[in-house]
């Protein structure tokens, strides 16, 4: 019904910067809020940064001043600009989305993305 698809993961060396991407598509009216997360080898998926239909922002006290995220609602798109990246950014970068549709498809419900790699190191 809804597909979300997360990109711009890769390799880069520390303080290079990065920008990842994430759209929501499908059969779906637009989202409310998305939001990213990241997964650590070994660790628990937490919250990177998330942003609302009103453009209110939340970030992880770890990225506070290096990362930004922004949404693109006309688009369902957001993205993760990622500044000054440190080795222990290296994780999985997930994108959740709060997805509104119509009801006969579930109404209001969160979609995740699949994941993209970014590996910080020299």
Do not use: H
Not at 12 to 29: F, K
């Amino acid at each position: 019904q809804v597909q979300v698809v997360e990109s711009g993961g890769g390799l880069v060396q520390p303080g290079d910067d990065l920008r990842l991407s994430c759209v929501a598509s499908g059969r779906l009216y637009g989202v409310s809020a998305m939001a990213w997360y990241r997964q650590a080898p070994g660790k628990e998926r937490v919250l990177v940064a998330s942003v609302t239909g009103r453009g209110a922002t939340n970030y992880a006290d770890s990225v506070k001043g290096r990362f930004t995220i922004s949404l693109d609602g006309p688009k369902n798109t957001v993205y993760l600009q990622m500044n000054n990246l440190v080795a222990e950014a290296t994780a999985v970068y997930y994108c959740n989305a709060d997805v509104l549709a119509p009801k006969y498809l579930g109404g209001a419900y969160s979609a995740w993305g699949q994941g993209t790699q970014v590996t910080v190191s020299s």
